[in-house]
């Protein structure tokens, strides 16, 4: 059964940094290309960043880049989000979730929770 | 990076059909078949209802279809039902980056 869990979500302060986790299972995790995708609350879905199944691409929204840090250890099935210099803005659910086409999101996290505050 | 364009809401009684439109530009929707749908309750992980445009995934009713022309994407929900009230959000490539619409809450009446 495909699973992933994310985790790493607490309450920090403007400026701070954190590292978000996603633990996969139940696939083959250096086939797939994976994201993070957030939602703050009371508003919609932003995709934040993905890095390719051999972590050679990585991208990121513009909101985002210079700030955060996509990575994944494949010998451990994990992804990560270092995520630097935050704001309040960057309050949200974060999700991880496997591509297996382009943009087929076919698998999600149940999402951890991020609050930026003083 | 603005988000592609949805309706705020759309609405129907049992049985009927809706269409949700999701507009972007010729660097993202109208460059690309690559655009999905997603249905998402509150609380819950979202759910991929469309994907490459047109293609449905094992287990979604066919009573969803995906459909672009152009620019704009649709997708359209036929003989709608109470479980389908739910917000639904497209996404489409963009070129080594991804957009997702604004979001759409479906109402069943």
């Known amino acids: 059964e495909v699973q992933m869990v994310e985790s790493g979500g607490v309450v920090v302060q403007p400026g701070g940094s954190l590292r978000l986790s996603c633990a996969a299972s139940g696939f083959t995790f250096d086939h797939y290309t994976m994201h993070w995708v957030r939602q703050a609350p009371g508003k919609g879905l932003e995709w934040v960043s993905y890095?390719?199944?051999?972590?050679?691409?990585?991208y990121y929204a513009d909101s985002v880049k210079g700030r955060f840090t996509i990575s994944r250890d494949n010998n451990k099935n994990s992804l990560y989000l270092q995520m630097n210099s935050l704001r309040t803005e960057d309050t949200a659910f974060y999700y991880c979730t496997r591509d297996t086409a382009v943009v087929y999101f076919d698998f999600w996290g149940p999402g951890t929770l991020v609050t930026v505050s003083s | 990076q603005s988000a592609l364009t949805q309706p705020r809401s759309v609405s129907g009684s049992p049985g009927q059909s809706v269409a949700i439109s999701c507009t972007g530009t010729s660097s993202d929707v109208g460059g690309y078949n690559y655009v999905s749908w997603y249905q998402h309750h509150p609380g819950k992980a979202p759910k991929v209802m469309v994907y490459?445009?047109?293609k449905r995934p094992s287990g979604v009713p066919d009573r969803f279809s995906g459909s672009k022309s152009g620019n704009t994407a649709s997708l359209t929900i036929s003989g709608l039902q109470a479980e389908d009230e739910a917000d639904y959000y497209c996404?489409?490539?963009?070129?080594?980056?991804?957009?997702f619409g604004a979001g759409t809450k479906v109402t069943v009446l």
């Open positions: 490459d445009v047109t």
């Open positions: 890095v390719t199944g051999d972590s050679r691409g990585t």
């Open positions: 996404c489409s490539y963009a070129g080594n980056s991804v957009i």
